[in-house]
């Protein structure tokens, strides 16, 4: 898929694996899904085409007392096989910010992938909406410049609506989420004519545009030069 596309693709690994109660031994489960993932990752495929992630969970249906991937578990692991650290932002207790995390785990992992969902109760991937916890990942993505090497997953899971109605409204809150961070933080400018919205450090380069402070009128100058360093 990576060959095809001429890009990377991420295979991200999740095990449903756990206990409903107490259990006796959580050493040894945790040894033997360590050693499963060491021979399923045991042959490296190329960086350029393929990454491979690991995903973490608090616990869900059935795995109550014990998560034997939790995030300890999987943290650790990525660090030390130098993989990707999935981070699904319904895998953790409802009073831990998950956006606070990227910047922590950024700075011994090299890549980051982002399931984006929206959680209730044990599950995740509920359909995606413009909450202060997506606005605070997309903020902490723009301020500590980590849009560059963090993969942005979406996944919902909703069966009860219509998928298509499931894959636009969340596309369109995460959007709107790294717009807004985008925006506020001054890294986005508005293309001339088109009134596209790109990033600084993808425009910037090129050649005039209109920077956030034109638009909300601290800036009466049109067509600042973003090369000049003025936005
Ligand atoms: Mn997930």
Not at 8 to 36: C, F, Q
Not at 62 to 70: D, F, L, P, R, Y
């Amino acid at each position: 898929m990576g060959a095809a596309l001429g890009s990377s693709a991420a295979n991200n690994i999740w095990v449903p694996d756990g206990y409903k109660d107490t259990p006796a031994d959580r050493m040894a489960a945790r040894r033997r899904l360590e050693h499963s993932l060491d021979r399923m990752l045991e042959k490296p495929l190329p960086r350029k085409y393929m990454r491979d992630a690991v995903e973490s969970k608090l616990f869900g249906i059935g795995v109550e007392a014990c998560t034997i991937g939790s995030h300890e578990f999987y943290l650790g692991y990525a660090i030390r096989k130098g993989l990707m650290l999935c981070l699904d932002m319904g895998h953790f207790h409802p009073t831990e910010s998950v956006a606070d995390k990227v910047s922590a785990a950024a700075l011994s992992v090299d890549e980051l992938l982002l399931h984006v969902s929206r959680p209730m109760r044990w599950d995740s991937d509920h359909v995606v909406t413009l909450n202060d916890d997506v606005l605070a990942m997309a903020q902490e993505l723009v301020s500590a410049d980590l849009l560059g090497r963090t993969r942005i997953g979406l996944d919902f899971f909703d069966a009860t609506i219509s998928r298509t109605a499931a894959w636009v409204i969340g596309t369109r809150n995460t959007q709107k989420a790294l717009l807004q961070a985008l925006y506020s933080l001054g890294r986005c400018c508005v293309r001339p004519r088109t009134g596209w919205i790109t990033p600084h450090a993808f425009w910037c380069s090129r050649k005039f545009t209109t920077c956030p402070s034109v638009l909300s009128g601290r800036n009466s100058a049109r067509g600042t030069n973003v090369r000049s360093g003025r936005c």
